[in-house]
């Protein structure tokens, strides 16, 4: 049963998209020093290192791992190597802000899946707010411009981003059903730890794939530890774990539109990191995203 959204939920949930936003960012910088795919892997493999002091007690006999395996590979498949996966896939034919907008549809996948897998009801409220939301992401990507969103045009990227939307969509709801032990689900570290074992192998699979492709190189240095180091501890560890948390507290319906500030705060960061002051438009599309999710979580 899904709670209301209280103060300290919200604040969890905010927590991912800005960390998330920091990772594109950083994912920018580091383009030209290690293949996309290759990047999501060795970010989770960093992460995994870093989980097994934690809660290594789950590759024990009897610890419920192994026996609910299928359900972790099937998380460890959609949250850790299809989506990120994706995403990286979609950057390589498409634009940022085709990408961006595209994510940005996300709360409204999210009431589709929950209605049509998981008997999930969408209220006039959740459908309002996800519209005044998107409004919000579409003001950011356009700058306050509305004519640059004219001049969109698809390409096979999109499609891998749609793909990548709806990915994380079945993830989310997928985090309801709690069918794993309550001696892994309680256990933040534990419960991350078994999704990250079976996503490195998702994901270390993609990047095989890459490299047989030919053509990569990755240029070790410092700038790309730093990197690798970041986007290990905040946007995979740190951030699901919120992620998990507040998803399982006010359910993903909710939690989807707090995604929607992802845009924004990519935005306030490419303004600090490249010298770009902020906008009327943005404190304007803050606006609209926040009335969003606050209207959707109206009862």
């Known amino acids: 049963m899904n709670h209301p959204l209280t103060p300290s939920t919200a604040l969890m949930l905010v927590v991912p998209p800005l960390l998330w936003a920091g990772n594109a960012v950083v994912g920018r910088l580091v383009n030209a020093m290690v293949p996309p795919i290759t990047l999501n892997f060795l970010r989770w493999a960093i992460a995994l290192l870093i989980l097994v002091p934690m809660a290594g007690w789950i590759y024990r006999k009897g610890s419920g791992l192994w026996a609910h395996s299928r359900r972790f590979a099937v998380l460890g498949l959609l949250g850790v190597g299809m989506y990120n996966a994706l995403q990286y896939l979609a950057l390589q034919s498409s634009t940022p802000i085709n990408v961006t907008l595209v994510a940005a549809s996300m709360p409204v996948w999210m009431l589709l899946i929950g209605w049509m897998f998981f008997n999930t009801g969408v209220s006039r409220m959740q459908v309002a707010g996800a519209l005044l939301s998107v409004a919000g992401v579409l003001i950011v990507l356009s700058r306050g411009q509305w004519e640059q969103l004219v001049a969109l045009r698809l390409v096979p990227g999109d499609l891998f981003m749609v793909l ?57 240095g410092w700038p790309l530890v730093a990197a690798l180091l970041y986007v290990a501890v905040g946007p995979a560890i740190v951030a699901f774990r919120c992620w998990g948390a507040g998803v399982q507290r006010v359910g993903p319906n909710i939690a989807a539109f707090f995604n929607n500030l992802t845009p924004l705060f990519a935005a306030l960061m490419s303004s600090a990191f490249l010298g770009e002051l902020p906008h009327a438009y943005h404190a304007v599309a803050f606006a609209l995203i926040v009335g969003g999710i606050v209207l959707s979580s109206r009862r």
Do not use: C
């Open 164 to 220: 990548a939307t709806i990915a994380w969509s079945v993830y989310s709801w997928f985090l309801t059903a709690r069918k794993e032990p309550e001696t892994i689900r309680n256990d933040w570290a534990a419960f991350l730890l078994a999704q990250v074992t079976f996503g490195v192998m998702w994901s270390g699979a993609f990047a095989a794939g890459e490299w047989a492709m030919g053509g990569k190189h990755i240029a070790w």
